[in-house]
């Protein structure tokens, strides 16, 4: 199944709205809070790489407060 590991940078203070929020979107399999240069690591998984960007591209990427991602695509072992 594909998988994505979202690296997303926020506005400060929002942690608890955002991580409720973006833990609400199908294909969101988790979603945390982390140290460093970026705030949130989301992983996505669906049935098509098609369905991976799409969640990405129309629902993270829009989420307000989103400021800057970085998507990593895992390569099939």
Do not use: C, H, W
């Amino acid at each position: 199944m594909p998988r994505a590991y979202v690296l997303i940078n926020t506005d400060p203070d929002v942690e608890e709205e955002f991580i409720q929020e973006v833990r609400r979107i199908n294909g969101v399999v988790s979603a945390a809070s982390v140290y460093g240069i970026y705030d949130f690591i989301i992983i996505v998984e669906a049935q098509t790489m098609e369905i991976v960007k799409g969640i990405i591209t129309s629902r993270i990427r829009r989420l307000r407060n989103v400021k800057a991602t970085i998507t990593l695509v895992e390569v099939d072992s």
